[in-house]
């Protein structure tokens, strides 16, 4: 037996052992998948297991997380810091092998799997991060960026619709540096996939301007040769569509579900050792030959690495200077001064105000790219003094990502998964259903992304309640380690631009209006720098005897609802609370500067009220909309739906002192 089917075989048998002895995990697949897995870990993909975040290396994506099994076993015999123990730790508590690839947790993981598509689509902004990056530092004589992304896709994730989108941008944007290997093993949980699939998917992808393989996935030398043949490919990205066996060498589950989602069992697995000539006993036993094939690889990958590292130590000043602002993504530590003076005195809605803002910050901050799902015209997030990227032109900044938000919002995380953007995506907040799945796994991995939403309310207006966003701003504030930052004027929109520059370890969400605003009085002493910390006083009153906390475009209403309130001799502080996230960060003595115990409370917020109500408690009000909106002009909607100054001070009046 060769060294290679050595590898192969053990590959195979570790993560058998692993789902074995955990009693819980998916061994079909990676007994499948462990020819092309071995493959590509020990012929292809550039890495050095003893420096993971070499910026050069080639991204392995596992687009089919579920196969985990498989990808901690190849990443033990590259020699990355994955140990036997930590493979018979598979599934278990606080361990660096859990039940789908964690970003973080294990070395050698480039992005965090397991829903269907959003790997795929993470590749897609990976592969095209590596292509933007070229354009911008290579040259001639020398190759700064030149990374490939290999991926691996299952039946579930070919199913699912991110995966449409995310085909159609790759080809769009000609990316010849993506590799995908779709596993067709014809099996999924409930059976054949002639239950539900009948596409061609070669064709399919061809359709969208992709090059297409076949090949048998259980013969290496045609996997190889595909993969050598991807070298030729010009302006096409290449789908490798691999005929596998789920269950591969199994005597009774060898092409059944029942070796997709359930351990094999301990006679099946004696008797699948038995068939390969493999020890039964011990359990994760590994030849001393398995590794040389990746000790081997590996040798050949250092050359590269030191001179990867030459070529960076031979860079200019001047070149090492901009490398270093997209690679540590820098910006100004007087960025909010500086973005705060762009937007100076300006008035309107904060979705223009904001683009103002974003103008001088894409201008500051190089590594800001990003586009909209074919928005531009209305978010107003289109960075003015840059080009288009396009597969002829990688030095542009705009993404144009069409009207698919859920690839959108995937890609964008791909793109910051190179470590060298701060990326974004922008459509109308209501289409933030869409992208849900790819925001969720943005906070999951703690990246810094920028999602930008304008519409943000029923003042939508005319386009009726289809698009009047109700639940969208508070079911966002619900996935964890997201901050949604929701400015009501030009100071505002600094902030909220400032904070998610700043912000490393997870997204920012910018929710913008649709209609014009008036610019916020603030006290001459005012201290800006305070809009960061999430929530501040913006209105006082001497011994105040309620708070009442607003965001957006109803913080001017607010302020307004105060001084009818005012003559009435109630005393009433104005907080405004563009990011409630940032807030709950802070001390508990800041918090409490703002909002006093002992004091009652009223939020004002156009949409769903019941987050709220956690704020204000039982004793306050919180004065939102529970229902769904109408079609009119937005001003009809705010007198109609009791969102004017005088309505909002009216209900305030009768809910904390109702006349007897």
Not at 303 to 323: C, G, P
Not at 465 to 491: C, K, M, W, Y
């Amino acid at each position: 037996m060769s060294d290679l089917e050595q590898s192969i075989k053990t590959a195979r048998f570790l993560a058998v052992d692993a789902v074995e002895k955990a009693n819980s995990g998916h061994p079909g697949t990676a007994m499948a998948l462990a020819a092309i897995g071995v493959e590509i870990f020990a012929r292809h993909l550039r890495y050095n297991p003893k420096d993971p975040s070499w910026p050069n290396r080639d991204r392995f994506v596992l687009s089919c997380g579920h196969v985990s099994a498989l990808l901690y076993s190849l990443l033990h015999l590259a020699g990355y810091d994955v140990s036997i123990e930590d493979l018979k730790e598979f599934r278990q508590w606080n361990s660096k092998t859990p039940g789908h690839p964690e970003l973080g947790r294990t070395p050698g993981v480039e992005t965090t799997t397991g829903p269907l598509g959003q790997g795929l689509a993470n590749a897609v902004g990976l592969a095209l991060a590596s292509k933007m990056m070229a354009a911008r530092f290579n040259t001639p004589e020398r190759s700064l960026i030149d990374y490939r992304v290999y991926a691996i896709v299952s039946d579930g994730d070919i199913m699912e619709g991110i995966t449409r989108e995310a085909i159609s941008l790759a080809g769009h944007w000609g990316l010849d540096n993506l590799i995908v290997i779709y596993d067709d093993n014809h099996i999924t949980i409930d059976g054949s996939t002639e239950l539900s699939l009948s596409d061609d998917v070669a064709q399919l992808c061809q359709s969208c301007g992709w090059v297409a393989q076949h090949v048998d996935g259980h013969d290496t030398a045609s996997v190889r040769g595909a993969i050598n043949a991807t070298s030729a490919n010009r302006g096409s990205p290449t789908i490798i569509v691999a005929r596998t066996h789920i269950g591969y060498g199994a005597p009774n589950k060898q092409d059944t579900s029942g070796s997709h989602g359930s351990p094999l069992g301990p006679i099946e697995t004696i008797a699948t050792k038995q068939k390969a000539g493999w020890p039964i006993e011990p359990a994760f036993f590994v030849p001393v030959d398995a590794y040389q094939p990746f000790i081997e690889h590996v040798s050949r990958m250092n050359l590269q690495y030191d001179a990867w590292h030459a070529m960076v130590s031979n860079l200019s000043d001047v070149e090492r200077s901009k490398f270093e602002q997209f690679t540590h993504r820098k910006v100004p530590a007087d960025l909010f001064k500086s973005l705060a003076n762009a937007v100076g005195e300006s008035t309107g809605a904060t979705r223009k105000l904001a683009s103002v803002v974003e103008q001088k910050a894409a201008e500051l901050v190089p590594c800001i790219i990003g586009g909209s799902a074919d928005l531009n015209a209305s978010t107003l997030t289109r960075i003015s003094d840059s080009t288009d990227v396009r597969k002829d032109n990688y030095l542009g900044r705009n993404l144009n990502f069409g009207i698919r938000e859920h690839a959108m919002s995937a890609i964008v995380t791909g793109l910051s998964l190179s470590g060298y953007f701060v990326p974004f995506g922008s459509t109308f907040l209501i289409f933030s259903d869409y992208m849900r799945p790819g925001i969720r796994l943005s906070a999951l991995m703690k990246r810094q992304e920028i999602f930008v939403f304008s519409h943000d309310s029923i003042y939508v207006g005319e386009d009726g309640p289809t698009h009047e966003p109700i639940e969208q701003i508070s079911s966002l504030r619900l996935i964890p380690n997201v901050h949604v930052f929701r400015p009501a004027d030009g100071l505002e929109c600094a902030a909220a631009w400032t904070h998610a520059l700043r912000r490393i370890d997870g997204p920012t969400v910018l929710v913008l209006c649709r209609q014009g605003l008036p610019k916020l009085e603030r006290p001459a002493n005012f201290d800006s720098e305070s809009i960061l910390r999430g929530a501040y006083v913006l209105v006082d009153a001497h011994d105040p005897e309620l708070v009442l906390i607003a965001t957006g475009s109803e913080v001017g209403v607010a302020v307004k609802a105060h001084e009818i309130l005012a003559r009435e001799n109630r005393r009433v502080r104005v907080v405004s609370a563009p990011c409630w996230e940032q807030f709950e960060e802070q001390p508990e003595s800041v918090q409490q500067s703002i909002l006093p115990r002992g004091v009652r409370r009223a939020a004002f917020e156009i949409g769903a009220s019941k987050f709220w109500r956690g704020v204000v408690g039982l004793d306050g009000l919180a004065i939102g909309i529970d229902r769904f909106g109408e079609s009119a002009p937005w001003e009809r909607l705010q007198t109609e739906f009791g969102f004017t100054a005088e309505q909002v001070a009216r209900r305030i009046a009768a809910r904390f002192w109702p006349k007897s």
